[in-house]
């Protein structure tokens, strides 16, 4: 019995590991697959943007696109078709507000002002005006909209007698509006320049707005959530078998 029991033992071992080497195959497969398919299928853009960002909401000036503070991120993009393509992004920015750069007197009296981290996951569609085939040789220009869903992470902030203070930190999901121009300027390279504004489900990116625990501490108008908009250029390399978009 004591055999017996030793062998089955020894089977079960062999038995979990061989499941364990097959569900690791599995994995690497699928992403094998994956990337041979979006490499191979389609054309795919990595690059970076870089610009200015700027806020609106219950602090300083009101200004919609206004880039005074710097941002930077990548971009990826992964076109369908000449006519649209998906895109992630991951953007970076440190912006400010000062009521002294307001038109509005009683924020210029009231003279509050605020620094914030914003770090951006973005995801979305982007359709473009004109067909812009990578495929062909001839370069194109196109005009182009995007939007999609982000999150932003942000610091946590909220004003105790003037002072601005830090409770934490800060998320919001937030609905990206893009509008740009593109141009394929060279074999693998493409260069655009967009401005994209951020209307967030939050009010709260500035302190105005701080959660229960500081709710005597808030100001401003308490029905508007803020935004925030990135703007500048981006550069993309592309990628990947240049496919035929043409039907067969």
């Not at 693998?188 to 320049?193: D, I, K, S």
Request: aromatic content about 14%.
């Amino acid at each position: 019995m004591t055999v017996n029991k030793d062998f089955l033992e020894a089977g079960s071992a062999i038995l979990l590991s061989l499941h364990a080497i097959f569900a690791r195959m599995k994995k690497g497969l699928l992403l094998l697959l994956f990337f041979s398919l979006i490499t191979q299928a389609q054309i795919n853009e990595i690059g970076g943007f870089i610009g200015g960002a700027n806020y609106i909401g219950d602090i300083g000036a009101t200004n919609y696109v206004y880039p005074k503070d710097v941002a930077f991120g990548l971009l990826y993009r992964w076109n369908q078709s000449p006519r649209h393509s998906y895109r992630v992004s991951l953007t970076m920015a440190r912006v400010h507000a000062d009521d002294v750069d307001s038109d509005v007197l009683a924020r210029q009296q009231r003279g509050y002002s605020f620094k914030n981290a914003v770090r951006e996951l973005a995801v979305g569609f982007e359709f473009n005006f004109f067909d812009f085939n990578l495929h062909e040789e001839s370069r194109k220009v196109t005009p182009y909209v995007a939007s999609g869903l982000s999150y932003a992470n942000f610091d946590a902030l909220y004003f105790d007698r003037g002072k601005l203070r830090k409770s934490g930190t800060g998320s919001a999901v937030g609905i990206p509006m893009i509008l740009g121009i593109k141009a394929h300027i060279a074999d693998e390279w493409v260069l655009g320049l967009e401005v994209g504004a951020r209307y967030t489900f939050t009010d709260n990116f500035d302190g105005s707005n701080p959660n229960d625990s500081y709710q005597k501490f808030r100001f401003g108008n308490l029905n508007s959530n803020d935004w925030y908009v990135f703007s500048g250029l981006t550069l993309t390399y592309t990628f990947g078998q240049k496919p035929c978009y043409c039907a067969e």
